[in-house]
C-alpha cells in the first residue's frame, strides 16, 4: 500500500521546500501542481495567447504531457500571474485532474507513495489522501522572504512593496475565484510557519505524517 500526502496552501508559503523535504524523507514521488498551470500560463503566453482567454488556456492545458515542468522560465512571477489567471478557469482546472490524480496513483518503481503540493490537493485532487496538510504565514512574512530570496540584503523598500503587492493580488485570485479556491480541507493539519524556520516546520510536519503511516 502506498500513501498519498497533500500539501496546500498559499504562494511562498514554503510549501515547495517542505514538498522536496517531506518527499525525500519519506522516498515520494513529488509532483508541484504550480508548474503544470505555469507551464500552461508558459505556454499561453509562448503562443502570443491571453491567459485569461478560455479558448487559448485550454487549448494549452491539453499539451501539458508534451511540456517541460522543469523549464526555469516557469519560475518566474510574471509566468506566476499568468498560470494563475489559467488556473482560474474551471475548464483547465477539469483538464489537468486526471493528470494529477493519476499521479497519485503511481509512484515511480520503488517509491513508498506520492506526495503532490498545490492549492487544492487536499480539497478536490486527493480527498482521501492519507495526510493533508494546509501550510501558511502571514502575507507580509511570506514577501519577506520572497523578498531576500531575490534581493539579498541589498534590496530596497520599493522592490519589496512590488513584491508584497504581487503576492497579495495572487492570494486575492487563488482564495476568491469560484473554482477549487485555495482553502484548507476540513481534516487538513495546518502549519503556520510565520515564526518557524523550515527545520522546525519539517519536524512538526514529519511526525504529522508518520502518525498517519
Ligand atoms: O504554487 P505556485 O505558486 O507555483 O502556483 C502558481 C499558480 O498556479 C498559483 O497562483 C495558483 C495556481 N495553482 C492552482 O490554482 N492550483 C494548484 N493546485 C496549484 C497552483
Redesign the pocket.
Not at 508541484?32 to 508548474?35: A, F
Not at 498545490?118 to 490537493?121: E, K, T, W, Y
Given at each position: 500500500m502506498s500513501i498519498i500526502i497533500a500539501l496546500d496552501g498559499p504562494?511562498a508559503s514554503g510549501k515547495g521546500t517542505l514538498a522536496r523535504k517531506l518527499a525525500s524523507h519519506f522516498n515520494l514521488s513529488l509532483l508541484?501542481?504550480?508548474?503544470l498551470?505555469?507551464a500552461v500560463g508558459w505556454t499561453v503566453l509562448q503562443n502570443k495567447g491571453d491567459p485569461t482567454n478560455q479558448e487559448d488556456a485550454l487549448k494549452a492545458a491539453r499539451m501539458i504531457e508534451n511540456t517541460d515542468l522543469s523549464n526555469p522560465e516557469l519560475r518566474s512571477e510574471s509566468i506566476?500571474s499568468a498560470?494563475?489567471k489559467v488556473?482560474a478557469q474551471p475548464a483547465v482546472r477539469q483538464t489537468l485532474v486526471d493528470f494529477q490524480r493519476h499521479f497519485a496513483a503511481n509512484p515511480a518503481q520503488g517509491k513508498a507513495g506520492t506526495i503532490l503540493d498545490?492549492?487544492?490537493?487536499g480539497t478536490v485532487i486527493c480527498p482521501d489522501a492519507d495526510a493533508k496538510i494546509f501550510i501558511t504565514a502571514d502575507v507580509e512574512t511570506r514577501a519577506k522572504r520572497r523578498f531576500l530570496e531575490e534581493f539579498g540584503a541589498a534590496g530596497s523598500d520599493k522592490q519589496y512593496q512590488e513584491i508584497l503587492h504581487v503576492l497579495k493580488a495572487?492570494d486575492n485570485l487563488?482564495t476568491n475565484r469560484a473554482a477549487s479556491p485555495l482553502k484548507q480541507a476540513e481534516n487538513a493539519y495546518l502549519i503556520d510557519t510565520s515564526n518557524s524556520d523550515i527545520e522546525t516546520v519539517f519536524e512538526t510536519a514529519r511526525k504529522y505524517v508518520s502518525s498517519k503511516m
Open positions: 504562494a508541484d501542481t504550480g508548474s498551470y505555469r506566476a498560470a494563475s488556473a498545490g492549492r487544492d490537493i495572487r487563488d
